[in-house]
């Protein structure tokens, strides 16, 4: 692999010349955890600011078993995806959104934080140094992961005395082990993602252990992924266990507001965004599980799952299909966001970030 010392900082066009010389099956990237050669780490104690970091081969981490992530669960993360024109260049998509959101989660969980232009950097620097384990144009994309945790010891509850901001990378293609065929949710009725005060509304390493019995439980009957209803009155859907919920009926889009419990996606935000442009008008506002259930169209967004067309949702029993395929509305939407995401459309947003 590429010596350390011949690793540059991101500027300029990416060093990749078409040569796959990594050993990968680029026609069929999941969304499993491929080591790739770098990554970005930096530290810094509480009560002080990050100064510094670097890049680094790639490798475990050492810990101690107090660590405040490890017993606390003080961390948080991110997911970001570059990905690669047609002319080989690295393009990465609202790293500075992504730094934002990082920024609301560390308050709320008393950390640090990277400042905006540090995040970016670190982005920048990583999908850079791993450039050749970013897929090729339309194969995928390469992940990129920060995460920010308290990594000093404690012992009774409070913030941690050390922080780690980690910032690794993964080739990716489909989220879900199906591909790109329409999803089939369950609602969930007892078990809750979130609850009005909690930390639902940030990306906290908690909320994702939260949601995996079930999701075991739904993926055992068949089911791609499970959809939570809020906490209080069991009835106004929340979001999917990693991604947002979006319905459409007629020209009308409508998802649920990020009133606290809700993850405040950025390709929800995106998607909201080109849905105006492309003439609809969206609604952010509550939408009962009975309403869903009369939808022309049902789609998941996330940065890992994409825009994720839904062709069925099962509530009590009851199976409803919705429209998927070729002339959906969630199809236009997506294809624009990848059109974005990828250099085929042109990016009048401030949406890209060039590496
Ligand atoms: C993402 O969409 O990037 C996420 O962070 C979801 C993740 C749990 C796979």
């Not at 019995?213 to 499970?226: C, H, P, T, Y």
């Not at 003439?279 to 169209?297: F, H, K, P, T």
């Amino acid at each position: 692999s590429t010596p350390l010392s011949t690793v540059k900082r991101a500027s300029g066009p990416s060093s990749y010349n078409g040569d796959e010389n990594v050993d990968m099956d680029w026609d069929n990237l999941g969304f499993s955890p491929v080591p790739t050669d770098f990554m970005y780490i930096m530290k810094c104690c509480r009560d002080e600011n990050f100064i510094q970091g670097k890049l680094t081969r790639y490798a475990n981490i050492e810990m101690s078993p107090f660590a405040g992530i490890l017993n606390y669960g003080q961390g948080i993360f991110e997911g970001l995806k570059a990905n690669r024109k047609e002319d080989g260049s690295l393009l990465l998509f609202r790293p500075d959104q992504h730094a934002i959101r990082m920024k609301i989660g560390a308050e709320r969980l008393c950390m640090p934080s990277p400042s905006i232009d540090q995040f970016i950097d670190a982005a920048k620097q990583t999908a850079f140094a791993n450039d050749r384990w970013v897929p090729p144009p339309r194969k995928g994309s390469l992940y990129i992961r920060p995460l920010l945790f308290g990594s000093g010891p404690v012992l009774g509850v409070g913030p941690a005395p050390e922080f780690m901001f980690l910032t690794y990378a993964s080739p990716v293609g489909n989220y879900f082990k199906q591909g790109k065929a329409p999803l089939n949710l369950y609602v969930e009725e007892e078990l809750v993602r979130a609850f009005p005060g909690g930390v639902g509304g940030v990306k906290t390493i908690s909320n994702y252990g939260a949601v995996m019995k079930e999701l075991l439980r739904a993926k055992s009957q068949g089911f791609s992924d499970v959809l939570y209803l809020d906490s209080v009155n069991k009835k106004y859907l929340e979001e999917v266990s990693a991604s947002n919920i979006f319905v459409l009926k007629g020209d009308v889009i409508s998802t649920p507001p990020t009133s606290g419990t809700i993850l405040p996606g950025i390709t929800r935000k995106s998607i909201i965004e080109i849905a105006h442009d492309l003439g609809y008008q969206v609604e952010e506002r509550r939408i009962s599980v009975n309403e869903l259930m009369e939808a022309d169209e049902v789609f998941c967004t996330g940065t890992a799952v994409g825009v994720a067309s839904v062709g069925s949702v099962t509530y009590k029993g009851k199976r409803i299909e919705f429209k998927v395929g070729e002339n959906s509305v969630c199809q236009a939407l997506g294809s624009t966001l990848v059109g974005i995401q990828t250099g085929l459309i042109e990016d009048k947003k401030g949406w890209i970030f060039n590496i």
